[in-house]
């Protein structure tokens, strides 16, 4: 028993199964939403303000590397929301075995990028 036990507690050196990768990710993915609430606040403000408001946030949309960012967040939120509902179906004794949560960790990750992939296809 002593012998499978971490030897130290560098998070570099344990590796995690694919349920605990998506799961940090889903923080990581919630902490950057609500630092970017926001920005994306006053951009919606901007936009909603007047016209002159409007044409000048599409216009930051039309560069690419503004397109890319958007990507990012789209993703976040798209994983974070897809995360969100495992967890409810996990609070529900839905997908608990091992077989199950690692199939459902993998299938969050393949819906969350395939959609972002979907949405960034239509912005560009």
């Not at 050196?13 to 920005?39: D, E, N, Q, T, Y």
């Not at 993998?106 to 960034?120: E, N, P, Q, R, W």
Request: charged share 10%; hydrophobic share 60%.
């Amino acid at each position: 028993m002593a012998g499978s036990r971490p030897v130290s507690l560098n998070l570099l050196k344990i590796k995690l199964p694919l349920p605990g990768i998506v799961s940090i990710m889903h923080r990581i993915s919630g902490a950057f939403l609500f630092l970017l609430l926001p920005v994306l606040l006053y951009v919606f403000q901007l936009s909603l303000g007047s016209a002159e408001g409007f044409a000048e946030v599409q216009s930051w949309f039309h560069s690419p590397v503004a397109k890319l960012a958007l990507l990012v967040v789209v993703w976040a939120y798209l994983h974070h929301f897809c995360m969100g509902l495992r967890y409810l179906a996990l609070d529900l004794d839905i997908g608990v075995h091992l077989a199950q949560a690692r199939f459902t960790a993998k299938l969050v990750l393949v819906v969350s990028i395939a959609l972002t992939l979907l949405i960034g296809v239509l912005i560009w």
